[in-house]
């Protein structure tokens, strides 16, 4: 088993990477000593899968089971209020809860978040079911729910007391679920690392094809970039752990500008990191050629490459963004692959030039 330390000062956590570790979580969940009621959330697809698993799996502690709709129709203020008062209904003076987020980034979001606000904190476990979530939502203790205005929008930091990825969950994922997992992946390797760049354009057949040892290198790799990023900024006070959010500012006001429905985070992350490459490029700050590299390796996976929502939409959106200072739209730009700055100040014209003509480039 692989064992990642996300070294925090006050929140350290492990992340723990091995075949079939679900099955044998019940002994790690009692090594934790996290409590003695599971609360576990899950969503409708997880659920229908893995029912009889989650039995087996937590059947040494009481519990119960949410289930969320799929997607992002979990990040709902109602959803959250499931869980609080599911947590209310079950709190008794001799139990002590935890809360076990089992499925994609959308679930450990609200469940994070519930854990978070719920008497001031109560612990919870990630265990991640998507390959988008396993590489980066489920790491970082960065909790939301959405509104109607903008993705994310309410939220807190607060960590996970462990991380628990166990890639036989990838079995039964589609190959678009894979290709969104992907598209984060990419993200890692243009941010902090060119030979992990290399790695995934050399060997896309077999990532794809889900080949364990590939895809464990990038289960591996992308949370090792992800604990080292966190480890220096925690709370994103620093301005270290924003660039984790290159192509997310274009790629949440995508997400809201089709309500939620018509784009899924991963595709809106390899059309947001293209428009990013893009306006880098535009502002001088890199060269073309590092926008075609991206393109080109995002299409390896079969991710989008053009956006096809309203761009006024997608404008008003970005101008919601959490990352933006003082009215001033706030941006992760590429310098060049392995390399990006956060920049301040972006001016609004450039922004809203650069959403129409980003298409005609790509």
Known sequence: MKTIKVKLLKNPYNIYIKQNLFGNISGYLKAQNLGNFALIVTSRRVFGIYKKNIDKSFADFDRKVIVLPDGEEAKTKTSLF??????????????????????????????????????????????????????????????????????????????????????????????????EGMAEAVKYAVIDNPAFFNFLAENSAQINSLKPSAILKVIDTCARIKAKVVEADETEKKGIRTILNFGHTFAHALEAASCYKKVSHGQAVSIGMLYAAYLSAESGLCGENELYRIRDLVKKFNLPVKCTCNKTAIYAAMSHDKKNISGKFRLVLLKKIGKVEVVDGVSDKLIAKSIKEFNAFI
Request: charged letters at 20%; one cysteine or more; aromatic letters at 8%.
């Open 82 to 179: 499931r869980i609080i008062d599911e947590l209310i209904r079950a709190g008794k003076i001799s139990r002590k809860i935890f809360i076990v987020c089992l499925g994609g980034g959308t679930v450990g979001d609200v469940g994070g978040f519930a854990a978070s606000i719920y008497k001031r904190g109560i612990p919870y476990i990630q265990v991640p079911t998507t390959l988008l979530s396993a590489i980066d939502a489920s790491i970082g203790g960065k909790t939301a729910i959405d509104l109607r205005e903008a993705k994310n929008i309410l939220g807190t930091f607060y960590q996970p007391r462990a991380v628990f990825i166990d890639p036989v969950f990838l079995n039964t994922l589609d190959k678009r679920r894979i290709a």
